[in-house]
């Protein structure tokens, strides 16, 4: 069973004022001039997404970094999968261990969003990993295992599934897990989503993420069950970002 096109995503987090469209511009460019083999996402910050939308760019999806458990209310300063959608948004990150950690989100929180994200139409990037400590224990799998099964909502499908793998010691630490480490990860991941959908699960893109840059892309992309990555730091820059991108000329 093979699985969709691979997808190259950017999380930009909080950074991007309005000149910052400039880059995802130049990125569009730099990615329809080529003959990119892969998809590609930016989620910006929440205040950019409106108007790069409206530029209608024809290589790049846009996406959003998070969304509430609920679809409209009184929820000051929150924004709902539905207002999302209706921006344009085709994905939505859940589950950052930004959000997990920074704002107490357990997989109960998480399965909530995703189920929003996917009840409205976009695709929930789900994402999980392991802390430093429960790494050195030995306990990666079972930690992601068990993420993986209690944070995918029941209404989930294929389609509207993505799960990203990000160690948290590799988040902006510029350490990645050996290719073995995360090929480890990402069949056991691959094992839970056929279990959950059945052969159709495989069809599911499992992303990595933590550290990613044009050096260690090809290494880590080339992984198997690995289709694609989720980008913090190199995705701010569009030339670096291509980079990343253009690591799926040489991948299959
Ligand atoms: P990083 O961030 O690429 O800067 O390590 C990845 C992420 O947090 O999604």
Same mark, same amino acid.
Request: aromatic share 0%; charged share 10%; hydrophobic share 35%.
């Given at each position: 069973m093979t699985r969709p096109k691979a997808l190259v995503a950017g999380n930009w987090k909080m950074n991007g004022l309005k000149g910052a469209v400039d880059e995802i511009i130049k990125l569009n460019d730099l990615v329809g001039r080529s003959d990119a083999k892969c998809d590609v996402l930016i989620c910006p910050p929440v205040t950019l997404i409106g108007s790069i939308i409206q +530029? %209608? +760019? =024809?290589h790049v999806s846009i996406g959003a970094q998070d969304c509430h458990v =609920?679809?409209? !209310?009184?929820?000051?300063g929150d924004v709902s999968a539905e207002m999302l959608k209706d921006l344009g948004c085709t994905h939505i990150i859940i589950g950052h261990s930004e959000r997990r950690v920074g704002h107490g989100e357990n997989n109960v929180i998480v399965n909530k969003k995703a189920s929003q994200a996917q009840k409205f139409g976009t695709t929930a990037i789900i994402c999980v990993g392991e802390t430093i400590d429960e790494y050195e224990a030995g306990k990666t799998l079972e930690v992601i295992v068990s993420q993986v099964k209690s944070s995918?909502?029941? %209404? &989930?499908i294929v389609e509207n599934t993505i799960i990203a793998y990000e160690p948290l010691w590799a988040i902006g630490s510029g350490k990645v897990p050996t290719v073995g480490g995360v090929e480890e990860v990402h069949t056991s991941i691959s094992k839970v989503l056929v279990e959950r959908f @059945?052969?159709? !699960? &495989?069809k599911i893109n499992i992303l990595y993420g933590g550290s990613v840059n044009a050096s260690n892309a090809h290494a880590l992309m080339s992984t198997? %069950?690995? %289709?694609g990555a989720l980008v913090? @730091?190199?995705? +701010?820059k569009a030339d670096d970002f291509f980079n990343i991108i253009s690591v799926y000329d040489q991948v299959d």
């Open positions: +530029l %209608n +760019l =024809k =609920k679809s409209i !209310g009184a929820h000051t995918i909502p029941s %209404n &989930a @059945g052969s159709e !699960g &495989a198997v %069950n690995v %289709n913090g @730091g190199a995705s +701010l």
